[in-house]
């Protein structure tokens, strides 16, 4: 099966588009990556998403607003992918789309939304669309995240030792080998946050990692942060925006501070925290994705974090770091469309395993393939 995984994380700059060929052989799961499309926000919806987001109060007629622009810029990607990866010939659309609230409470995730109205996809591409996909982990009582878990553990098994998979988004999150899975904290949000607050909006990231380079950590604020309660909680566990915005790093202070030293701190501040939780769950072997990837700072602390521990990018496996995410959500939607679980519980926390999403039909109805008789214990690439 043809399936165009779309995907836009907490850093909300743009839609990923990854195109792949899924198929089940046996008990192994088989991809074929066929390539990604990323397609930026304009600048109006990305000041729009971001003007809406925790802590912000938003009135529900700019939602509705959001989940329409954001639906035709997932349809626009969609429609890209199809005609310059798949030939015209792709089958299946599985959109995540923009995570703008996760409701938690007392450790307890109670609701989650994502927007992007999946019928503008299908009325673009003429295919089915399955989307919204966490919320029914939420109602079986888990986290609703990572969701990328279960193609983690997939894709790592049979390799040697504990190897763990690392994305480094706007939130860092990880998965074990048992299955284990949950968000570390802050990866990109406070860096993005801070070039904004200091650059007046004009900076929207730390490129590159120029800024915090030519600073100097600054022990106070680090000591600060990490006082954050979260980073004590036990496993399984979430977070987002909601928590790690401006507005938390106002609390925290940056008075006195340049940009270079702030960022600096920062930077320090999600490596620390991710190589915590890498030592925590036994990890011989990190193997990284996400934007946060690009950053060689933020990577060259986070292996000097990790003596003795290989930090390898994923394409070192075969797929490309920005993109996998994009192909996770593909395997997910391809899951949904043969009546599988796209959970695992020791990641998420929930009571069962759930097939995941809602199905929206193409032009032709909605056709599903007859539902697979076991699911997957590998997944391995071609």
């Known amino acids: 099966m043809l399936v165009i995984g779309l995907m836009s994380g907490t850093s909300y700059d743009a839609v990923d588009a ?88 007392g450790g307890r995730v109670r609701g989650t939304l994502q927007l992007g109205q999946p019928a503008w996809i299908a009325e673009a591409t003429g295919l089915p669309v399955v989307a919204d996909f966490r919320p029914r982990d939420v109602a079986a009582g888990g986290q609703g995240a990572p969701l990328v878990a279960l193609v983690d553990t997939l894709w790592l098994r049979g390799r040697p030792g504990t190897p763990v998979a690392l994305n480094i988004g706007g939130i860092a999150n990880l998965t074990a080998p048992d299955g284990t899975a949950f968000d570390t904290g802050p990866g990109c949000a406070l860096l993005d946050a801070a070039a904004r607050e200091f650059s007046g909006g004009r900076l929207d990231h730390d490129a590159d990692g120029a800024l915090a380079a030519r600073g100097r950590p600054d022990g106070p604020l680090l000591e600060r942060l990490l006082a954050e309660p979260y980073y004590t909680l036990a496993p399984p566990k979430t977070t987002g925006k909601e928590l790690f915005h401006a507005g938390y790093l106002r609390a925290a202070g940056l008075g006195g501070l340049t940009a270079e030293d702030a960022l600096a701190t920062l930077t320090l501040l999600t490596a620390r925290t991710v190589a915590d939780a890498v030592r925590a769950v036994g990890a011989t072997e990190v193997i990284a994705s996400g934007g946060g990837t690009r950053n060689p700072v933020l990577m060259s602390l986070l292996r000097g974090r990790l003596p003795g521990v290989p930090v390898r990018t994923s394409d070192e496996l075969g797929l490309d770091p920005a993109a996998k995410e994009a192909y996770a959500f593909a395997v997910l939607g391809f899951l949904t469309a043969h009546g599988l679980p796209g959970t695992d519980p020791a990641g998420t926390g929930a009571r069962h395993p759930s097939v995941l999403g809602s199905l929206t039909p193409g032009r032709g109805g909605l056709r599903l393939p007859p539902p697979a008789r076991q699911g997957p214990v590998r997944l391995r690439l071609e």
Not at 20 to 27: Q, S, T
Not at 30 to 41: D, E, N, W
Not at 62 to 87: H, K, M, N, P, Y
């Open 18 to 105: 990854a195109a792949a060929e899924v198929r089940l052989d046996g008990d192994t799961l088989r991809l074929r990556p066929l390539g990604m499309v990323s397609a930026p926000y304009d600048d109006d919806l990305r000041d729009a998403l971001a003007s809406a987001l925790p802590p912000a109060a938003v009135p529900v007629g700019e939602v509705c607003r959001l989940d329409t622009r954001i639906g035709q810029a997932l349809a626009a990607a969609a429609v890209r992918a199809d005609a310059e990866l798949c030939e015209g010939k792709a089958e299946l659309v599985a959109s995540h789309g923009q995570t703008v609230f996760h409701w938690v409470d």
